[in-house]
């Protein structure tokens, strides 16, 4: 009989029990984006150390500057963890690169250490480092990352799994236009859950009212759908899209929308519904010129979104539009219909 072993990680440099073994302290790994934004216009500067997270008591991160690498990201904890216990750490600076850097930013493989000091490397299939991207603007000066970067790390974990399927769109390469358009609503409407937890879509006596009047109907099957259709009270899609709208600075909100915020609201709604309800004749309504940008604004809206939330980085909101909106990719309505 023939065996297949299917190797998905291989730890060069140490042996394990277990995937799950606690043995290591530290993590080192390379992002396509650090050495550009930790050196750009500055000679010599001080890299910050020691940057606590609020959100594993213990950890501390730090820029380290190898002649050899350039400059990369580690992490260190108070207590042992698995080899992949800095994951999410590791995924919420590359995303905070991602944001203030205006392009996608890769992981190079990292390197462990454990808690005797030992160096471990890991060996992975990933995807390929983006090495010649230009990256624009920093929003984000290098002396202020100990300020944001705690913050950051708490709002990133706030929209968690929202951010993620977002920051997926920038990660992901090549794909199917709709996969995106519906990544980047599916995406907005759990910014809009996280942000305004205590929305209601009406009034909570009115809503009892409702409740109490559904109660008195006779026949059980129709009591039963009703209640099944306001389990919860509840923002609509549309109106949860124009709640993210007063989140950054209107001016910002402006140029993206060239002042369509509402005609962005009602496609946005279109395109989730016929894509997520198979109902395509939703999505025929939206003049097809306007495909493309209203996948892009969205991202750059949310982009905002989250720039508004930073409050160090929210007077960065106007330099950040036109920064989001370089490359094609980051389109404004404004490249489809006149002002």
């Known amino acids: ?5 299917h190797v998905h990680v291989a730890l060069i440099g140490v042996h394990l029990a277990s995937a799950e073994e606690r043995a290591f302290r530290r993590i080192d790994v390379g992002l396509s984006a650090l050495t550009d934004y930790a050196t ?10 020691g940057i606590a997270n609020p959100l594993c008591p213990g950890e501390r991160l730090s820029l380290v500057n190898d ?23 590791v995924q919420f600076v ?29 060996k992975m299939k990933t995807e390929p480092v983006i090495r010649d991207h230009w990256y624009p603007t920093f929003l984000l000066k290098l002396d202020d990352l100990p300020t944001v970067l705690p913050t950051w790390l708490c709002l990133r974990e706030k929209l968690e799994p929202s951010a993620a399927v977002l920051f997926s769109v920038d990660y992901g390469g090549p794909g199917y236009y709709q996969n995106k358009l519906f990544n980047v609503a599916s995406a907005a409407e759990g910014f809009s859950n996280a942000l305004f937890p205590d929305a209601t879509g009406i009034a909570p006596d009115s809503y009892a009212q409702l ?14 759908w009703a209640f099944s259709m306001i389990k919860r009270n509840k923002p609509g899609f549309t109106a949860r899209m124009r709640m993210l709208l007063t989140l950054p600075d209107p001016a910002a909100v402006r140029e993206v929308m060239a002042d369509k915020e509402d005609l962005w609201a009602k496609w946005i709604t ?27 604004v969205t ?17 960065k909101q106007q330099q950040g539009v036109a920064a989001l909106t370089h490359t094609v ?11």
Not at 40 to 49: C, D, I
Not at 211 to 224: G, V
Request: aromatic share 6%; glycine share 6%.
């Open 211 to 224: 409740r109490q009047y559904l109660k008195k109907l006779p026949d059980k099957d129709a009591r039963d």
């Open 67 to 89: 002649d050899s690498e350039g400059v990369y990201l580690r992490v260190e904890s108070g207590e042992s963890r698995s080899w992949s216990g800095f994951g999410d750490t």
């Open 94 to 122: 590359q995303d905070l690169l991602t944001l203030v850097g205006n392009a996608d930013c890769r992981k190079d493989l990292p390197v462990l250490t454990t808690e005797s000091g030992t160096r471990v490397d890991v």
């Open 299 to 315: 991202k750059t809206l949310l982009h905002l979104v989250m720039l508004a939330e930073l409050d160090y980085l929210s007077p």
């Open 329 to 339: 990719r980051r389109t404004p309505f404004t490249e489809y219909l006149p002002p």
């Open 1 to 5: 009989m023939t065996s297949h072993v």
């Open 40 to 49: 750009r216009g500055q000679v010599n500067a001080a890299l910050p150390q």
């Open 270 to 296: 279109q395109a989730r519904n016929a894509i997520s309800h198979s109902n395509y004749d939703d999505m025929k309504e939206i003049p097809p010129e306007i495909g493309q940008a209203l996948l892009y």
